[in-house]
Each structure stands twice: as structure tokens, then as C-alpha cells.
């Protein structure tokens, strides 16, 4: 149920930060009131845009005392719902945040402030021979902020690690208004508990993130990249644990099924490649390094490994732009398949050996249910992004079977090993599946840690929790 703000809450908040910072006008609150999740939309009553921690600070104490729902939103390029204020109330904009506070090349530290763009900051370090690794497909728009709150990977987590891997510290402010660093910055901390991992991924649930300091590491300068066409996907999903026990570790291994590919070719121009009736599947995969010459002693042991399968002639990228349209082309999947149909997507993780087995069973719930699905994913993660198309579905079929059909994929997900989101965040959409993978016991420890940071669970409320919890 939605938590109405008076007119003269409204008046207080605007006192607190500034009217020009305060927004209750329909336009702005339905333009915060989405992510890309789904067609979902729950725009906020209010919408506030601060411009510092103490902001923050005074509006988080207020909220808390008056129990005002908070919902921080960030790019709002999110896939769970994370960001969507199912309980009205204040939508908190980050917006303001957008600094690189400090790029430490002595100690390979950066802080940021949590709207800097994920690409903007990799490009910025890049620039003082410093890599910030982590690289999801929304790099382009996504925020450092919502990378740490949903702990986001991308295609390069095969190698380097998701966000947690590089989260030093964080200045947080919490529910009552108190502001906390959660740790230091320093490569090694064993001092109390990990409160800095804590936050990570808690999606926004616990505070509010308005500093983080990041680890770098030296830029490799060197890579190869091949896209290598399978006949038959089955093969392609065997040949990523396959490239491991070959002593290989890629600096991405990407998988696309064929529609995932197609889709995305007549969505992106400028892209020259044909996809002949008999391929089902490719491998995007790359290696990268100090030295060219390890490179291609790895690259010819990939070849040696996916010449075990049918497979057509492997596309070798001889030049940066050729690199650079496989990857807009690898990077491009999700909107394109959104361009085509109403979906939902599920973001399924497993040991990377039981890939083929996953695939095989997500196909055969398909039929089952009658609904086609697109999917693609950082296979060297053993994560695979389920995009489940309305199509020609009706609206009892998409409402009624289909949440049959994804409580299926995540039980047999469950029962491989694996858990029901790699980088996506459980958000709005995927929490009434919790207890497939948490006891009772385990979900209770995590509520106590909610009920522990917000005892009146004013911070981004409705998220990653059963409804009747």
C-alpha cells in the first residue's frame, strides 16, 4: 500500500534540502518511477534530488521519523525492479553524485561518488594505465552506485571478479540518518565483521551508498578475440568447462544462442556478419595479457579444445574495430530482444560444467509452458540470461503460466548447484522465489539484518524479501 506524503511533509522536505531539489510534479515522478525492468512502473510521490551526504543525512532522519518510505534510485538500467517504489513515498535521485573524487595511482585506488558512469570511470583510470575491470553490458549508462548495490558483473567477471572483488569502502548513510564508513582502505581487513561485503549487493536495502572506494589493477594492453559458430548450442555450452580443464582462463567467454544473435544483428547496423541456417549458437571469447606471444599459445589451445565440436570457420578480430563491433554486438543483446517483444528476464547462475544440462532443461520447460526464450549469457560464469518472450502469448498465459515455467527453471537451477541471480539482484521480480534456495532459517537471519539496519523498514521496501515477510 502506497504511503501518501502531506503537503506539508512536502513543505518540510523542501525546507530540509532546498525546493528547487524537490519534485512532485507527474512528469518528473513517472519518469522515476521505471528501470528496465519488464513494463513495470511505480512512480514515488515525490522525488528528491540531494547534492551531499549531509543531504542525504537530514533526509534519511526525517523519512525515518515520520516512516516514510525511501527508494534510492540510481540509472535506473536495473532487470529486478530494485529501483521501483512499490510503496510510494520519496524517490530518492542520486543523480547529483556524478564526481571521481580521487584517482590514488600510488596505492591503485579510485573513489567515486556513486552516479559516476561505469564507462566513464573504466575510461578515466584507463587514461593513467589502470584497469577497473568490471564491465556490465550497460556500462554505457549504468552507475558505479547500482553496480555495487546489485554487485554486477559483465562479461569480463570470468577473470577479474563482479564488484565485490574491487569494493574497499563505503561512506553509507543509514536509516535513522547516521553516516558510517564500513571498513578501510586497505587490500586486507580482518578487523570485526565485513560490513563493506555486506552492503555489497544488498540492494539498497540497508543504506544508502554516497562514497566508494574501488581497487584497480595495472591495464593488460594485449588481447585476442574469436567468435566461434557452433552447429548445435548443446556443443557450444560443453565446450566452455571444457576451455578450463584445457588450462585456459579467458578474459571473457561469452555464450549466444541464435536468436540472441540474429535479433541483435537486424537491431545494431553497421555490423557485417551472416549466420547460415545450420548454426545454433556461438562462443565470443577472448584472452588478454602483457605478453602477445602467451596470448597466442592460449588462443591455439582454445582451438584445439572447440575442434572437438561442429563447428563452422572461428572469426579471429584482426583490428580494434573489428573488436569493437563484436563486442556492441555481444553488448547489444538485451535491448534488442526487448525491441522485438514484451519479456522477462531470469538470471540464472550454475557450475559452469552444468551448463548444457541447464539449456537442455530451459528448452524443454518452454514447450512445456508454450513460451519461447532467448538466451545468452557469460557462459565462462556459468550465467545464463533466460529472456522469456510474450510473443503471442496471451495475458492469462503471461500472468499464469509462465511464473509456473521460471519457478521450474530456478528449482532445477537450485538443484544443479546454482542460485537464482548471478548479477541481476533479486529486487521486485524474482523475491517470491527466495525459498527455493534459502531455508527458513537463512531467510530469517537476513530479515534480522534488515530489521537490524531498519527497524521500520522505510529503506527501499517490498525488495528481495517474500511479500509475507
Known amino acids: 500500500m502506497a504511503v501518501l506524503l502531506t503537503n506539508t511533509q512536502i513543505e518540510e522536505l523542501q525546507q530540509l534540502i ?12 513517472v519518469q522515476y ?13 515525490v522525488v528528491v534530488k540531494p547534492g551531499s551526504t549531509a543531504d542525504i543525512s537530514l533526509i534519511m532522519a526525517w523519512a525515518n521519523a515520520h516512516q516514510i518510505p525511501v527508494t534510492p534510485i540510481g540509472a535506473q538500467t536495473g532487470l529486478s525492479g530494485g529501483a521501483l517504489s512499490v510503496h510510494g513515498g520519496i524517490g530518492l535521485s542520486l543523480a547529483r553524485f556524478n564526481r571521481i573524487i580521487q584517482i590514488d595511482e600510488q596505492n591503485l585506488q579510485v573513489t567515486v561518488e556513486p552516479a559516476v558512469i561505469t564507462q566513464v570511470l573504466r575510461e578515466a583510470v584507463a587514461e593513467k594505465g ?32 563482479v564488484t565485490k572483488d574491487y569494493v574497499l569502502n ?63 548450442a548443446n556443443e557450444a555450452c560443453q565446450a566452455v568447462s571444457a576451455i578450463f580443464r584445457a588450462g585456459i582462463v579467458p578474459s571473457a567467454l561469452e555464450f549466444m544462442e541464435r536468436d540472441a544473435l540474429t535479433w541483435t544483428l537486424r537491431y545494431v547496423d553497421g555490423i557485417a556478419l551472416q549466420v547460415p541456417d ?8 577472448e584472452v588478454d595479457g602483457q605478453y602477445p606471444e602467451w596470448l597466442m599459445s592460449d ?6 579444445v572447440v575442434e572437438n565440436y561442429t563447428i563452422d570457420e572461428v572469426l579471429f578480430a584482426d583490428t580494434t574495430d573489428q573488436k569493437n563491433a563484436l563486442w556492441k554486438m555481444r553488448r547489444a543483446v538485451g535491448e534488442a530482444v526487448k525491441s522485438n517483444s514484451i519479456y522477462r528476464e531470469v538470471d540464472t547462475v550454475v557450475p559452469r560444467f552444468e551448463l548444457p544440462n541447464l539449456m537442455q532443461q530451459i528448452k524443454q520447460i518452454g514447450d512445456k509452458y508454450g513460451f519461447q526464450s532467448v538466451c545468452y549469457g557469460h557462459a565462462g560464469d556459468g550465467n545464463l540470461h533466460v529472456n522469456i518472450i510474450k510473443g503471442s502469448l496471451s495475458d492469462e498465459q503471461w500472468q499464469h503460466e509462465v511464473p509456473k515455467g521460471i519457478a521450474e527453471i530456478f528449482t532445477y537451477t537450485v538443484s544443479l548447484g546454482g542460485t537464482l541471480s548471478g548479477e541481476h539482484g533479486i529486487g521486485l521480480v524474482q523475491k517470491e522465489y527466495m525459498p527455493l534456495t534459502f531455508s527458513p532459517t537463512s531467510l530469517q537471519l537476513m530479515m534480522g539484518i534488515k530489521q537490524l539496519f531498519d527497524p521500520n523498514g522505510i529503506v527501499n521496501p517490498g525488495k528481495i524479501f517474500p511479500q509475507k515477510s
Open 18 to 29: 532546498g525546493s528547487e531539489w524537490v519534485f512532485t510534479d507527474r512528469e518528473t515522478c
Open 130 to 161: 589502470l584497469l577497473y575491470p568490471v564491465d556490465p553490458s550497460s556500462q554505457g549508462s549504468c552507475w558505479i552506485g547500482g553496480n555495487v548495490a546489485e554487485n554486477s558483473g559483465g562479461a569480463r567477471a570470468v577473470k577479474y571478479g
Open 170 to 232: 563505503l561512506e553509507v548513510v543509514l536509516a535513522d540518518g547516521s553516516v558510517i564508513w564500513t571498513g578501510a582502505n586497505t587490500l586486507k581487513n580482518s578487523t570485526g565483521y565485513n560490513l563493506t561485503q555486506l552492503m555489497v549487493g544488498s540492494e539498497g536495502t540497508l543504506g544508502i551508498i554516497t562514497k566508494i572506494v574501488l581497487k584497480l589493477i595495472p591495464n593488460n594492453p594485449y588481447n585476442i578475440l574469436m567468435l566461434v559458430p557452433f552447429h548445435e
Open 278 to 285: 545450420h548454426i545454433q549458437a556461438h562462443l565470443l571469447i
Open 33 to 45: 518511477g521505471h528501470d528496465e525492468t519488464e513494463d513495470l512502473q511505480f512512480p514515488p510521490q
Open 299 to 304: 588462443a591455439e589451445k582454445i582451438m584445439q
